[in-house]
Nanobody, 122 residues
Framework: QVQLRESGGGSVQAGGSLRLSCAVS????????MGWFRQAPGEERDYVAN????????YYDDSVKGRFAISRDNVRNTLYLQMNGLKPADTAMYYC???????????????WGQGTQVTVSS
C-alpha cells in the first residue's frame, strides 16, 4: 500500500505562485506514473501533469505547460508541483496520484491523496 499526503495549497492572487508537495509513504510499488490532477466544483477531475517514475520524463496538460513544473525528490520521497503564473482558472482541489498505468488517465491510478485546495483570485 502507498499513502499520499498533499500540502502547500492556499489562496493567491492571479500571477502568484504556489508549490504543492505530496509526501509518499508505504512499501508498495508506485508504478510507472505519478501525477497531479485537479477538480473544480461541478467539474470532472482533470489531468495536470505527470512524471514517469523510471525515466524521470515529465509531461503536462497544455493548459499548464510553461507555467507548472512537476518534480520528484527520491531522497525525501516527495512529489512536487511548482505552479507559477497562476490564473483564476487554476482554482481547484489538487490531487496527487501514484500507481498509474496510463499517465494521463485518472482511472488507471491506484493510490490517491486527500487533496489540497488552490484558490486564485483575480
Amino acid at each position: 500500500q502507498v499513502q499520499l499526503r498533499e500540502s502547500g495549497g492556499g489562496s493567491v492572487q492571479a500571477g502568484g505562485s504556489l508549490r504543492l508537495s505530496c509526501a509518499v509513504s508505504g512499501n508498495a510499488d508506485t508504478g510507472d506514473c505519478m501525477g497531479w490532477f485537479r477538480q473544480a466544483p461541478g467539474e470532472e477531475r482533470d489531468y495536470v501533469a505527470n512524471i514517469h517514475t523510471r525515466s524521470g520524463s515529465t509531461y503536462y496538460d497544455d493548459s499548464v505547460k510553461g507555467r507548472f513544473a512537476i518534480s520528484r525528490d527520491n531522497v525525501r520521497n516527495t512529489l512536487y508541483l511548482q505552479m507559477n503564473g497562476l490564473k483564476p482558472a487554476d482554482t481547484a482541489m489538487y490531487y496527487c496520484a501514484a500507481g498509474g498505468d496510463i499517465c494521463r488517465i485518472d482511472s488507471t491510478y491506484k493510490f490517491w491523496g486527500q487533496g489540497t485546495q488552490v484558490t486564485v483570485s483575480s
